[in-house]
């Protein structure tokens, strides 16, 4: 599994024109799932990327994480984080998790941050989905599990 996290001063996406999840400060966590993800591997990304300390403390470093601070969470699922990019000019992506393990993982990511975090938002699985974001930092990282 790949996420990709982006420390936020606020964060949206939008389907079809409606904002289907919104955020205000916290992390915004793209999630890409792979063919050999299980369950373990997705409680472990996400567990890790909640404990990840990416804000700052009173004395400006890094030293807390989005349970330190009590942000809001949003939740996109990404499958071109998954996509083979070695070789060529085009990305492949049979790297990527079939779209029905995608979704019940994604689905159960979502369930194991709603038991940690308080507001939890996502985007909407397989949508063509418009992502609005104020990075704060701008703060970016790529975390992979295995």
Request: proline share 3%; net charge negative; no cysteine.
């Amino acid at each position: 599994m790949k996420l990709l996290l982006q420390r936020v001063k606020e964060a949206s996406v939008t389907v079809e024109g409606e904002v289907v999840g919104a955020i205000k400060n916290g992390l915004l966590l793209f999630v890409g799932i792979e063919p050999f993800d299980t369950e373990e591997t997705v409680k472990k990304g996400i567990e890790r990327a909640l404990k990840y300390r990416i804000f700052s403390d009173e004395a400006g470093k890094m030293n807390l994480s989005l349970i330190d601070t009590k942000g809001d969470l949003l939740l996109v699922s990404q499958f071109t984080l998954a996509a083979d990019t070695e070789r060529g000019l085009r990305p492949s992506f049979t790297s990527a998790a079939p779209p029905a393990l995608g979704e019940a993982l994604f689905d159960y990511a979502i369930s194991v941050a709603r038991s940690t975090i308080e507001h939890v938002a996502t985007g909407r699985f397989g949508a063509d989905m418009q992502v609005s974001l104020i990075n704060d930092g701008p703060v970016t990282f790529l975390l992979e599990t295995r």
